[in-house]
T-cell receptor
Framework: DAKTTQPPSMDCAEGRAANLPCNHS???????VYWYRQIHSQGPQYIIH???NNETNEMASLIITEDRKSSTLILPHATLRDTAVYYC??????????????FGTGTRLTVIP | EPEVTQTPSHQVTQMGQEVILRCVPI?????FYWYRQILGQKVEFLVS????????KSEIFDDQFSVERPDGSNFTLKIRSTKLEDSAMYFC??????????????FGQGTRLTVV
């Protein structure tokens, strides 16, 4: 499975955009990039995923480089409630199509008032 | 909004006892998962379940663990003889298929298992 590399921590001022980078240089052509976050000890929360194209939803935007070796999650206007650990995950494909996720240590984002 | 629910939220058990953690996945989902997170550590994949059988399991999921979907709504994780190192937060998740592609996994809020 392709591994990901993320900075251990980042700070962001409230109201500003938070840009969280992720390297996945060994990603295979048919593997998706998923982003989840975990607020305190709650269950991980899905944010967004993509394959090749940039994606946007109500929570965030995902920018994937053309060579797919890295991506950036963008929270356009960070709030204090966005303080969490953010995980970039390359989804391992299995025969049944199960969405098994292998979490790394993620980036701890702290939004500062 | 549909959600994955887990019960109990906190369970304390004595070492060597059997424990069953319960989950109600989102109703039309086809894939079910268990993960665990030891305090201060990363979230670890345990097992995935599809079509009434285990799809994939990790090295953590040894013979002490088993999963079951006893009826149309519940999904359970059983630990036969708990050890101190089984103390962790256990998360259940579920996902679906749509247009041939797998959808995102939705997680429950977890059951904190404390083995004493």
């Amino acid at each position: 499975d392709a591994k990901t590399t993320q900075p251990p921590s980042m700070d962001c001022a409230e109201g500003r955009a938070a840009n969280l980078p992720c390297n996945h240089s060994t990603i295979s052509g048919n593997e998706y990039v998923y982003w989840y976050r975990q607020i305190h000890s709650q269950g991980p929360q899905y944010i967004i995923h993509g394959l090749k194209n940039n994606e946007t939803n109500e929570m965030a935007s995902l920018i994937i480089t053309e060579d797919r070796k890295s991506s950036t999650l963008i929270l356009p206007h960070a709030t204090l409630r966005d303080t969490a650990v953010y995980y970039c995950i390359v989804r391992v494909r299995v025969k049944t199509g199960a969405n098994n996720l292998f979490f790394g240590t993620g980036t701890r984002l702290t939004v500062i008032p | 909004e549909p959600e994955v629910t887990q019960t109990p939220s906190h369970q304390v058990t004595q070492m060597g006892q059997e424990v069953i953690l319960r989950c109600v996945p989102i109703s039309n989902h086809l894939y079910f998962y268990w993960y665990r997170q030891i305090l201060g550590q990363k979230v670890e994949f345990l097992v995935s379940f599809y079509n009434n059988e285990i799809s994939e399991k990790s090295e953590i999921f040894d013979d002490q663990f088993s999963v079951e979907r006893p009826d149309g709504s519940n999904f359970t994780l059983k630990i036969r003889s708990t050890k101190l190192e089984d103390s962790a937060m256990y998360f259940c998740a579920s996902s679906n298929r749509r247009q041939g592609a797998n959808t995102e996994a939705f997680f429950g809020q977890g059951t904190r298992l404390t083995v004493v």
